[in-house]
């Protein structure tokens, strides 16, 4: 509002106290930049309220925010601990080769076996991803793709675990992508000899005479259809010179 403006009384001013409350209540030492800041935007006013009004009124304006804040943060249920006992991985379901790398890896590395066979299974999944779709209905189609999280606290050897796990996937990757390196060098290098072949034969073409021992360099009847000039061609149909007679007049 302009600073004459008549609606700038308590009410208004009541309502920039809170505006500013709710800004400045979880700030350090908030009161007193809160109540200067109020103040001063109630100095602007034209008529500005009487100093110890003003005062008053932003005081019950603060209190109030901060016994809104109070309610709020009361409000919150005490969490429940997720400090739970789960039961063992059922390692028996999985297929013989999971289970040996399963108990292999957690004993060389002193970790869960939960840890090596989610690692595992994220690797299967990235494996076959895109090899195999799933069939659900007639027109529903899924990938055999798994998200899945294999957490624990800092220093338990997870890394120990992903390396030995996903090695094999990795080293795939990467000859796949030295295959493809490789393809990509020998496609570039018999594009740029295709380059020089054509570019040496454009240049062989433009620099032998043609048929008749002539060199003008301008392109034959034949290829044109019709010579801007002379009277024989190396190649032509009787309906182009047709075409051409009727073009000089007949």
């Known amino acids: 509002m302009k600073p004459d403006d008549p609606r700038r009384g308590n009410s208004w001013f009541t309502q920039v106290c809170g505006h500013l409350a709710s800004l400045f209540q979880d700030a350090s030492k908030a009161y007193a930049f809160y109540l200067d800041t109020a103040l ?4 602007w006013s034209l008529k500005p309220q009487e ?5 008053r009124t932003a005081n019950s304006v603060w209190n109030e925010e901060a016994g809104k804040r ?9 969490p429940e ?3 739970v006992t789960l039961p063992d991985f059922p390692l028996t379901v999985l297929p013989k080769l999971l289970q040996d790398l399963a108990r ?3 004993e060389a590395t002193q970790t869960p076996p939960d840890l090596t066979v989610f690692t595992a299974f994220g690797v299967m999944s990235g494996a076959t991803r895109g090899a195999f779709q799933v069939k659900v209905t007639q027109d ?18 997870k890394t120990s675990v992903f390396d030995i796990v996903k090695k094999p996937l990795f080293e795939l990757e990467r000859e796949k992508r030295k295959a493809q390196n490789e393809t990509f060098e020998f496609d570039m ?30 392109p034959s009847a ?15 149909t009787v309906e182009r010179v047709g075409g051409w007679l009727i073009g000089l007049g007949g």
């Open 189 to 218: 290098r018999k594009h740029e000899a295709l380059k020089k072949a054509a570019k040496k034969a454009e240049d062989q073409y433009a620099s032998e005479p043609d048929a008749d021992g002539a060199d003008d360099g301008k």
């Open 70 to 78: 109070a309610a709020d943060d009361s409000a919150w249920e005490t």
């Open 81 to 83: 601990s997720l400090d």
């Open 51 to 55: 100093q110890d009004r003003a005062k």
């Open 222 to 236: 034949g290829s044109r259809g019709v010579a801007d000039s002379g009277l024989s061609w190396r190649c032509v």
């Open 104 to 106: 292999g890896v957690s």
């Open 40 to 43: 001063a935007i109630d100095s």
């Open 140 to 157: 529903w189609y899924e990938q055999l793709a798994l998200f899945l999280i294999a957490a624990s606290n800092s220093g338990e050897r």
